[in-house]
């Protein structure tokens, strides 16, 4: 397949946390900065109007060579069960696109300020959505049990 | 901003829609085929336990002079308000990326078929992720009344 797309980030997480982890984004807080080197501050009009955003980022950290099309257990927990690359959200896969939903508390300018947005300090942003309650999943929603599971902890505050 | 990143698909669609449109996207069908060269079948393992997923896309159709990062109104409807290129989910966008949620019918190799994905015949696709609940967005959601009027017959059955 020889099609390609260069993508450029519109915007970055300031603040919040530095590094990634599987658990604990509870209570989080971020500023998603909207580039003022591209966009003035009409790009974000009405969004203030939205209480969640959907947020498409690069999982920059990841490195690279850490990729796993083939099935592997989440977290390798022998009790899940094994997927492919594209049963799973995580970081591991080709693009390292991430997707999160998370609460707008304040437009301020071009800075978003944002609750548990789990991506961390200086994460490339490549678009920023508003959550459109029609566009989320339609009908009865069936998933098995081990997401709820390994994400049990995932929005509890932090232990100190 | 220097940064930048290449992205590929890792899948096409094939079949559905042929044209985009605005609306009547109710009952359409069409595969998501994930890209033999780069994949086995490994990598969609598990994924048939999910009732949706999330797809990242491209809008490849869209005139990439038809951006409109300045406040402008959905469909040009004078009865809603004005928004910027993030408080809109359309493709006059920096990257044209597309994020939708679409019931997952079946797992057939790397073929995934699909119901209501709102992405037409040969589109890339540049991830696919399951839904998992726990990501969507969390506590009260807030919105405004446009996106439901303007969205009324976006899931509607095509009109003969």
Not at 69 to 84: I, K, L, Q, T, V
Not at 89 to 93: E, V
């Given at each position: ?62 490195d ?24 799973h ?5 080709v ?9 707008l ?48 902890a995932y ?6």
């Open positions: 397949m020889s099609e390609e797309f260069t993508v450029v980030p519109v915007a970055h997480v300031v603040g919040g946390r530095v590094e990634p982890g599987d658990d604990y984004w509870g209570g989080s807080r971020a500023i998603i900065r909207v580039d003022p080197e591209q966009f003035t501050e009409g790009a974000v009009v009405g969004l203030d109007a939205f209480s969640h955003i959907e947020v498409v980022f690069r999982f920059h950290l990841t690279p060579t850490d990729l796993h099309a083939e099935p592997r257990r989440s977290r390798d927990n022998p009790d899940w069960p094994a997927g492919g690359t594209f049963a959200r995580n970081m591991r896969r693009n390292w696109l991430g997707v999160s939903r998370c609460r508390l304040k437009v301020d300018g071009l800075d978003l300020h944002v609750a548990e947005l789990d991506a961390v300090d200086g994460t490339p942003v490549l678009d920023i959505k508003p959550w459109f309650g029609v566009m989320g999943p339609r009908g009865e929603v069936r998933e098995p049990a081990w997401p709820a599971e390994m994400l049990a929005y509890a505050a932090p232990r100190e």
